[in-house]
Protein backbone atom coordinates (compact mmCIF):
# COMPACT_ATOMS: atom_id res chain seq x y z
CA UNK A 1 0.00 0.00 0.00
CA UNK A 2 1.27 3.08 -1.04
CA UNK A 3 1.64 6.31 1.42
CA UNK A 4 0.63 9.54 0.19
CA UNK A 5 1.68 12.89 1.68
CA UNK A 6 -0.60 15.72 1.65
CA UNK A 7 0.60 19.26 1.99
CA UNK A 8 -1.67 22.19 2.40
CA UNK A 9 -2.38 24.89 4.46
CA UNK A 10 -6.02 24.65 4.44
CA UNK A 11 -7.37 21.66 6.82
CA UNK A 12 -10.43 21.49 4.71
CA UNK A 13 -8.70 20.65 1.64
CA UNK A 14 -6.38 18.17 3.24
CA UNK A 15 -9.58 16.26 4.66
CA UNK A 16 -11.50 16.25 1.54
CA UNK A 17 -8.12 14.42 -0.88
CA UNK A 18 -7.53 12.50 2.39
CA UNK A 19 -11.15 11.04 2.82
CA UNK A 20 -11.11 10.50 -1.06
CA UNK A 21 -7.56 8.62 -1.46
CA UNK A 22 -8.48 6.52 2.02
CA UNK A 23 -11.39 5.01 -0.09
CA UNK A 24 -9.03 4.36 -2.86
CA UNK A 25 -6.95 2.20 -0.34
CA UNK A 26 -4.14 4.16 -0.06
CA UNK A 27 -2.67 5.18 3.67
CA UNK A 28 -2.92 8.82 3.60
CA UNK A 29 -1.33 11.82 5.89
CA UNK A 30 -1.74 15.70 5.83
CA UNK A 31 0.31 18.14 7.09
CA UNK A 32 0.07 21.74 7.14
CA UNK A 33 3.40 23.47 8.13
CA UNK A 34 7.03 22.93 6.70
CA UNK A 35 8.17 21.66 10.06
CA UNK A 36 5.56 18.75 9.82
CA UNK A 37 6.83 17.86 6.44
CA UNK A 38 10.61 17.82 7.31
CA UNK A 39 9.18 15.36 10.12
CA UNK A 40 7.27 13.12 7.69
CA UNK A 41 9.54 13.16 5.02
CA UNK A 42 12.33 11.62 7.87
CA UNK A 43 9.99 8.67 8.85
CA UNK A 44 7.66 7.72 6.14
CA UNK A 45 8.46 6.07 2.76
CA UNK A 46 6.36 8.20 0.75
CA UNK A 47 5.24 8.04 -2.79
CA UNK A 48 3.59 10.54 -3.71
CA UNK A 49 3.73 14.15 -1.98
CA UNK A 50 1.34 16.66 -3.56
CA UNK A 51 2.23 20.19 -2.36
CA UNK A 52 0.33 23.10 -2.34
CA UNK A 53 2.95 26.04 -2.75
CA UNK A 54 1.05 28.32 -0.84
CA UNK A 55 2.01 26.76 2.51
CA UNK A 56 3.10 29.46 4.96
CA UNK A 57 6.57 29.70 6.16
CA UNK A 58 8.29 28.58 2.91
CA UNK A 59 8.97 30.06 -0.43
CA UNK A 60 6.74 28.91 -3.02
CA UNK A 61 9.36 26.73 -4.99
CA UNK A 62 11.56 26.57 -1.58
CA UNK A 63 10.27 23.71 -0.11
CA UNK A 64 9.60 21.68 -3.18
CA UNK A 65 13.30 22.46 -3.77
CA UNK A 66 14.77 21.14 -0.55
CA UNK A 67 12.73 18.06 -0.79
CA UNK A 68 13.74 16.95 -4.24
CA UNK A 69 17.16 17.75 -3.00
CA UNK A 70 16.74 15.80 0.20
CA UNK A 71 15.54 12.79 -1.77
CA UNK A 72 16.18 13.02 -5.35
CA UNK A 73 13.97 10.47 -6.12
CA UNK A 74 10.57 11.45 -4.29
CA UNK A 75 7.80 11.65 -6.46
CA UNK A 76 6.41 15.32 -5.87
CA UNK A 77 2.70 16.57 -7.67
CA UNK A 78 2.28 20.62 -6.98
CA UNK A 79 -1.37 21.21 -6.19
CA UNK A 80 -2.16 24.48 -6.91
CA UNK A 81 -5.91 26.76 -7.11
CA UNK A 82 -3.63 28.51 -9.65
CA UNK A 83 -2.34 27.47 -12.75
CA UNK A 84 0.52 30.51 -13.19
CA UNK A 85 3.22 28.63 -12.33
CA UNK A 86 2.82 26.80 -15.07
CA UNK A 87 5.59 28.78 -16.71
CA UNK A 88 7.84 29.02 -13.85
CA UNK A 89 10.75 26.83 -14.69
CA UNK A 90 10.77 25.38 -11.84
CA UNK A 91 7.54 23.46 -12.16
CA UNK A 92 9.96 21.20 -13.86
CA UNK A 93 11.33 19.61 -10.69
CA UNK A 94 7.80 18.25 -9.51
CA UNK A 95 6.67 15.09 -11.36
CA UNK A 96 2.89 16.54 -11.74
CA UNK A 97 0.43 19.67 -11.55
CA UNK A 98 -2.69 19.82 -10.81
CA UNK A 99 -5.19 22.58 -10.09
CA UNK A 100 -7.39 22.01 -7.18
CA UNK A 101 -10.61 21.03 -7.68
CA UNK A 102 -13.53 19.09 -5.96
CA UNK A 103 -13.41 16.67 -8.73
CA UNK A 104 -10.61 14.38 -7.82
CA UNK A 105 -10.34 12.63 -10.96
CA UNK A 106 -7.10 14.38 -12.79
CA UNK A 107 -5.06 13.31 -8.73
CA UNK A 108 -5.67 10.35 -9.16
CA UNK A 109 -4.68 9.83 -12.29
CA UNK A 110 -1.35 11.86 -11.28
CA UNK A 111 -1.11 9.45 -8.74
CA UNK A 112 -1.54 6.26 -10.76
CA UNK A 113 1.07 7.58 -12.89
CA UNK A 114 3.66 8.58 -10.74
CA UNK A 115 3.19 5.07 -9.07
CA UNK A 116 3.23 2.79 -12.16
CA UNK A 117 6.53 4.91 -13.14
CA UNK A 118 8.39 4.16 -9.96
CA UNK A 119 7.79 0.68 -9.53
CA UNK A 120 5.05 -1.17 -11.23
CA UNK A 121 2.39 -0.39 -8.34
CA UNK A 122 -0.96 -0.53 -9.45
CA UNK A 123 -2.53 0.69 -6.81
CA UNK A 124 -6.54 1.40 -8.16
CA UNK A 125 -5.86 -0.72 -11.19
CA UNK A 126 -5.61 -3.45 -8.43
CA UNK A 127 -9.33 -2.19 -6.98
CA UNK A 128 -11.18 -2.85 -10.59
CA UNK A 129 -9.61 0.21 -12.81
CA UNK A 130 -7.77 -0.50 -15.89
CA UNK A 131 -5.00 2.17 -16.15
CA UNK A 132 -5.61 2.94 -19.27
CA UNK A 133 -9.04 4.16 -17.89
CA UNK A 134 -7.78 6.02 -14.82
CA UNK A 135 -4.56 7.70 -16.20
CA UNK A 136 -4.81 8.75 -19.72
CA UNK A 137 -2.05 11.43 -19.58
CA UNK A 138 1.10 9.52 -18.70
CA UNK A 139 2.36 7.65 -21.57
CA UNK A 140 1.78 3.82 -19.84
Known sequence: MANILIIDDQPCVRQLISE????EGYQVHGVGDVESVREHLQFLQLAPVFLDLYLEGSERFGLLEE??????????IIVSAYDSFLDDPRVSLADGYVIKSIHLYTLKENIACVLIQQNGYRGPAEAGFRHSELCVSCGF
Open 20 to 23: ELIL
Open 67 to 76: MKRECPHLPV
